[in-house]
């Protein structure tokens, strides 16, 4: 924005104002010089900027300018002691602002993402969560995000595709057989809430996709990986099919089947109402379970009958479970079947 003598473009200065004014507004109190020394531009340059947005403003409902409808500064600060201090703010002020419900929503959010591997600029994150607490409507509610295991390994991992070293950890497949691993870490993925680390497995001399929630005891190597992202062709799905793979058909609304395009189906059938049968492969029926019992659009499975049993299984232990608890005096309180 500066140019060779500290001066900025007449083609900038909108865009330099309208940086420095929330500039301002977040330091609340701040000297000409480290004004100057931020925005890459001379002292006499902020200077003359400081006294043009004390005449900016909005006019108010007389279509003129009234006192109260421009910016203002101390000016005893300004001209006596080189400092900025912003007294009247306009048009700023006005705009909506998050509520304390929705400033807290957000910045739980923030927090979960200032916990994953790619966000290395959690200054930026931590400044923005601050950002959202002074300008909610009223101070929100105070949140944390619960750290799991898996938010541990994410952590792990990321170090190790962040340092380029080897990583080891005992993998209990989806057969339930575990293996000790040694892999290469490459990257790291999610669908929905589920982690996937996509890496070189020394083991199977190919690479391979590991769910972080099946990684046990993980440790970080001090040998350099062999294999880089940029020297391996990754597929553009997380998952693969095998010969051993059991071919389910599912019919679900076709606004949702989007949602199943990580796992390969066949190109989706329409039949009426608005709905699709998929063909997908799965290695589990439990997988399959956890998959239907998460998915929206009234999904159901039309075969094969294997299929069709596990989930249906599946779906009657889970209601059951919440008459577990049942007291017996909650029990005689019942109205008596026929």
């Not at 608005?274 to 399959?288: A, E, K």
């Amino acid at each position: 924005m500066a140019d060779s003598r500290g001066g900025v473009h007449a083609a900038d200065k909108l865009a330099f104002l309208l940086s420095l004014v929330p500039w301002l507004m977040d330091h609340e109190r701040v000297s000409v010089a480290e004004a100057a020394a931020h925005f890459g531009v001379s002292v006499s340059e902020i200077r003359r900027a400081v006294e043009l947005i004390a005449v900016s403003g909005v006019p108010g409902e007389t279509t003129q300018y009234q006192h109260g409808d421009l910016f203002d500064i101390a000016w005893d600060d300004f001209e006596q002691n080189d400092v900025i201090v912003l007294t009247n703010l306009v048009a700023i002020d006005d705009s909506p602002r998050f509520s304390a419900r929705e400033a807290a929503a957000l910045i739980a959010g923030l927090q979960y993402l200032s916990s994953l591997p790619e966000n290395a600029d959690r200054a930026a994150i931590a400044t923005l969560m601050s950002k959202l607490s002074r300008g909610a409507s009223s101070e929100p509610s105070q949140v944390a995000v619960d750290q799991s295991d898996t938010n541990e390994v994410l952590g792990l991992v990321g170090r190790a595709v962040e340092a380029g070293v080897q990583l080891e950890f005992d993998y209990r497949g989806t057969r339930g057989v575990a293996e000790r691993r040694r892999v290469d870490p490459l990257r790291v993925e999610s669908v929905d809430a589920d982690w996937y680390l996509r890496a070189w497995d020394h083991l199977r001399e190919a690479p391979r996709t590991f769910r972080l929630d099946r990684i046990a005891a993980p440790a970080l190597t001090s040998t350099p990986i062999a294999h880089r992202a940029d020297d391996v062709t990754l597929p553009e799905t997380l998952f693969e099919g095998s010969p051993d793979d059991l071919v389910v058909v599912l019919d679900l609304d076709a606004a949702a089947a989007p949602l199943l395009t990580d796992y390969g189906p066949d190109e989706p059938e329409p039949l009426d109402d608005g709905r699709v049968r998929l063909r997908l492969r799965v290695n589990r029926l439990g997988t399959l379970c956890r998959l239907v019992a998460g998915l929206p659009g009234r999904p159901e499975v039309v075969a094969p009958e294997s299929a069709r049993s596990a989930v249906a299984d599946w779906a009657r232990r889970a209601i059951e479970r919440y008459d577990v608890d049942a007291t017996p005096a909650s029990q005689e309180s019942r109205p008596q079947l026929p």
